[in-house]
């Protein structure tokens, strides 16, 4: 017998935690930073509803901050298991964590001297030091299809999302996991890509599975059809015409690369000026 709680990911899109539990083995899939609101953000300091040092495993399906910024924080709290993922997210998180960490540091320090905590001192959610450790838990799994045991009785393959680098379809299989007494397997969409990216891998077929948890984040509306990189070369030769600057915000990691390989592009193709960026 199996069950599957929710612990981030749902009614907001940050914060993503799901816990597995099969057998003895418990399992977490992703384990994300709340974002955005203060007070999304302060359930970050809430105690998990999980206990650390019981967790066999963690398996992440991407390396974006909102599926992994917590996981220094649950080191921090005693998991000192393996952390399962692709060769890509790893490589993306030995910047990303160690990043997040400056981050809560920096905040901590703000508040201390400019007054603006309840608490004295401030702490950081977590350090550079929990982020240090938590690199040294990772194993790299391929993103081909192959599974890995990750506990007792648990398998996970990974299969490219299309999302970011390294981003993964993730399927655990569970050993023994129904009432029936037989096996089931549970996919996790993690965050989805579209086809025909420019530097990203399309998303593969996902393999069949009994449980599907797809991510809708853009379920409840349209895009519209334009060309992305026609509508960059608008907004580009507009502002270029004004003389102004133009200011992209824009994802760190996965969007901002994007942006960088239409501009290089349109610039070769001579549908916008060459102005620095």
Known sequence: MATLSFWGGVGT?????????SGRSRVLVDCGLFQGLRELRERNWDEPPFDAKS??????????????????????????????????TADLLKLLLPDSARLQEEEADYRNRHNLTRHRPALPLYTDTDARAT???????????EPTEVAEGVKASFRVAGHILGSSLVLLELDGAGTDGKGRRVLFSGDLGHYHQ???????????????????????????AEDPKTALARVINEAAQRGGPLLIPSFAVGRTQELLYYIRELEDERRIPILPV
């Open 13 to 21: 899109v940050t914060g993503s935690k799901y816990l597995v539990e």
């Open 55 to 88: 967790l066999d495993a963690v398996v992440i399906t991407h390396a974006h901050v909102d599926h992994t910024g917590y996981l220094p924080r649950v080191v921090a709290l005693g998991f000192d298991g393996p952390v399962y993922c692709s060769r890509g």
């Open 198 to 224: 420019p530097i990203i891998r399309d998303p593969v077929e996902p393999p069949a599975c009994d449980y599907l948890l797809v991510e809708s984040t853009y379920g409840d509306r349209l895009h519209e």
């Open 135 to 145: 690199l040294k838990l990772i194993h790299v799994c391929p993103n081909t299809g």
